[in-house]
């Protein structure tokens, strides 16, 4: 399979088939037993965990179903995280205005456990879009909220996966989100079956 740049694809299947593992190999997380996995021109086979970290740091942003925020840093914290390890000297200023977007300016201060799922998730979309990454992995990225605030959290979702012109590969159940995308790659005992 083959997904092009700026092109947003919903994996879908029933639980088991294989679709978070098929966005683990994707993003270079797990290396495949047989085959090749290319990332943004990279051939991640060919490369070590140091390598394909590396790849990852520089073009890739994740969103969970978990959130995976850090307890101990504040919001503004998280998302400044990414930016601070690849030593941007704007991290503060690129953070603020990324909170800004998913409409936490004003809870930058809070704690994940001050915040609700909504606004976790929502802290998480900055952080995954902060470094502008030229591929964004969702896996269930609404399945852990309520269906008003997973249909803001999927609005704020495509809305900068649009502006930012960004890859999406997005894992999910709910067949409103997956039919929001470009393409849907249907998924069924670990293979990809349209």
């Known amino acids: 399979m083959e997904i092009l740049a700026g092109e947003?694809?919903?994996?879908?299947?029933?639980?088991?088939?294989?679709?978070s593992t098929l966005l683990a190999l994707l993003a270079g997380l797990d290396t495949p037993t047989s085959g090749k996995a290319w990332l943004a021109g990279e051939d991640?086979?060919?490369?070590?965990?140091d390598g394909r970290?590396?790849?990852?740091?520089?073009?890739?942003g994740f969103v969970f179903q978990a959130f995976h925020l850090i307890p101990a840093l504040t919001a503004l914290e998280n998302v400044r995280l990414p930016l601070e390890l690849a030593g941007r000297s704007d991290a503060r200023r690129t953070a603020l205005d990324a909170l800004e977007r998913v409409g936490?300016?004003?809870?930058?201060?809070?704690?994940p456990r001050q915040l609700s799922g909504g606004?976790?998730?929502?802290?998480?979309?900055?952080?995954?879009?902060?470094?502008?990454?030229?591929v964004l992995f969702a896996d269930e990225p609404t399945g852990n909220l309520d269906s008003v605030t997973g249909g803001q959290v999927a609005e704020l979702l495509f809305g900068l996966n649009e502006?930012?012109?960004?890859t999406l590969v997005l894992v999910?159940?709910?067949?409103?989100?997956?039919?929001?995308?470009?393409?849907?790659?249907?998924?069924?005992?670990?293979r990809v079956v349209t």
């Open 8 to 19: 947003s694809v919903a994996v879908v299947g029933p639980s088991g088939a294989g679709k």
């Open 119 to 134: 606004e976790q998730q929502r802290v998480a979309l900055a952080r995954a879009f902060v470094t502008r990454p030229a």
């Open 163 to 166: 502006q930012l012109q960004t």
């Open 53 to 60: 970290a590396r790849l990852r740091a520089q073009r890739v």
């Open 172 to 190: 999910t159940h709910e067949r409103a989100l997956a039919s929001r995308c470009g393409r849907i790659l249907h998924m069924d005992a670990g």
């Open 104 to 111: 936490l300016r004003t809870r930058t201060g809070h704690y």
């Open 44 to 49: 991640l086979t060919l490369l070590d965990e």
